[in-house]
């Protein structure tokens, strides 16, 4: 049976001089999880939040908190993110360390995640599909919100979703970028468990029919 799509809102769009009221409104609008961008001005052009600004948000919400580090290194800072509060940690088949990345995020008691830019190759991930809970198919290049949709990663996210069926394993395929109620249906009909969305979730007020848009 096919699972229902997850709708993870990305705070990146939402207002940061008043997260912790945002999280609770998109909450309370039916959001599935919450998804943490951050951003270290490295490995992406952007420099967004750190651990401390996670931790001071996870009082406001129960719901589960998917950190996607798009950070180098990565492994210095895996603890902290855990401690702060993330339920899974994702970080970049692009690194060096993956290995040491995976087990550090294990060894925390998270989920375990990795995470593929639109030029990597879907192959590249395959040698960890029997250590990881969650694939992130990007879908833009990261670093900044409202980018448009890159339609060629649907076969990316067709071919992934064939893989983790074949392994038997719960692995749970997540896609992030440029995601609108138009690409979210081609994203779903691809394999996609999982959409993350910033400007979708928070343009305007109503962020119930936002997601209620997507889904």
Known sequence: MKK?????????????????????????????????????????????????????LRPYTKLFFDAH?????????????????????????ELDEVNKNIEL?????????????????????????????LILVM????????????ESQLDKIQALRQKIDKTGRDILLEVDGGITSETAQLAVAAGADILVAGTAVFKGKDY????NDLR
């Open 4 to 56: 229902q799509t997850k709708i993870a809102p990305s705070i990146l769009s939402a207002d940061f001089s008043r997260l912790g009221e945002e999280i609770k409104a998109v909450e309370k609008a039916g959001a599935d999880w919450i998804h943490l961008d951050v951003m270290d001005g490295h490995f992406v052009p952007n420099i967004t939040i750190g651990p401390d600004v996670i931790k001071s």
């Open 69 to 93: 580090l798009m950070i180098q290194p990565a492994s210095p800072y895996i603890e902290a993110f855990a401690k702060a509060g993330a339920d899974s940690i994702t970080t970049h088949i």
């Open 105 to 133: 995020v294990k060894k925390y008691g998270k989920k375990v995640g990795l995470s593929l830019n639109p030029d990597t190759p879907y192959e590249h991930l395959l040698p960890y599909l029997d250590d990881i809970d």
């Open 139 to 150: 879908t833009v290049h990261p670093g900044f919100g409202g980018q448009k949709f890159i």
């Open 208 to 211: 119930k029919k936002n997601m």
